[in-house]
């Protein structure tokens, strides 16, 4: 009597991050491949930021996820792996800035700032008038002024404001401190407000 042999069936593959990352973790390739592209956007689009051209943000998240591959099973699952991967990206930016630079680019660095008093009325910042454009053109305006940001309030306004991320994941993500986060978001807030404010011609902004 003849033996049929069924074909192997593949097992389904997970939709939960931490299944996920467990099977990545022990060689699955297609959990692997899921992983990325959650987050392969989301990662470019911070390495635009960053780089401010598209073949070096190219580049970046490349090496970037060349990274998450061969570090994944460093990853202790202690904190989200979005923001690891958000902190490995970071880095290859950040070596990538200093070898085009020919300097140190650093996020520690203090940024000189003049201090004055701060209204409590910035938890919405978005001017009005933004009605009164297409998105199209308000997303150019927004886009100019965000690239007008130093690099680091533009990456603390990045990860909280556009990418959701929690104060504390942001700190992790970018290794300052919870404060700083908190500082350089208002003072981001603060600079794309009066930019803004500019562009629409809203007084006092």
Aim: proline residues 4%.
């Amino acid at each position: 009597m003849a033996t049929h042999l069924q074909p192997a069936v593949p097992s389904p593959v997970p939709a939960d991050e931490t299944e996920l990352v467990e099977r990545a973790q022990g060689g699955d390739l297609a959990a692997f491949e899921i992983l990325l592209g959650r987050y392969e956007h989301r990662i470019y689009r911070l390495a635009q930021r960053m780089m401010g051209n598209d073949a070096d943000a190219e580049d970046v998240l490349q090496e970037t996820f060349l990274k998450v591959f061969s570090r994944l099973r460093q990853f202790q699952r202690e904190s989200r792996l979005y923001t690891w991967i958000v902190r490995i990206a970071v880095n290859e930016a950040l070596m990538k800035l200093r070898k085009r630079r020919g300097n140190v680019v650093s996020l520690d660095e203090d940024i000189p700032s003049e201090e004055g008093t701060i209204s409590r009325e910035f938890a919405d910042w978005r001017p009005d008038p933004e009605q009164q454009y297409q998105s199209s053109e308000l997303g150019a305006i927004l886009q100019k002024c965000l690239d007008a940001l130093t690099l680091p309030y533009r990456l603390v306004f990045q990860l909280r404001d556009v990418e959701e991320l929690s104060t504390a994941e942001t700190a992790e993500a970018l290794g300052i401190s919870e404060a700083a986060v908190k500082s350089r978001l208002l003072r981001a807030r603060l600079q794309l407000r009066e930019r803004l404010g500019r562009h629409f011609g809203v007084e006092g902004a």
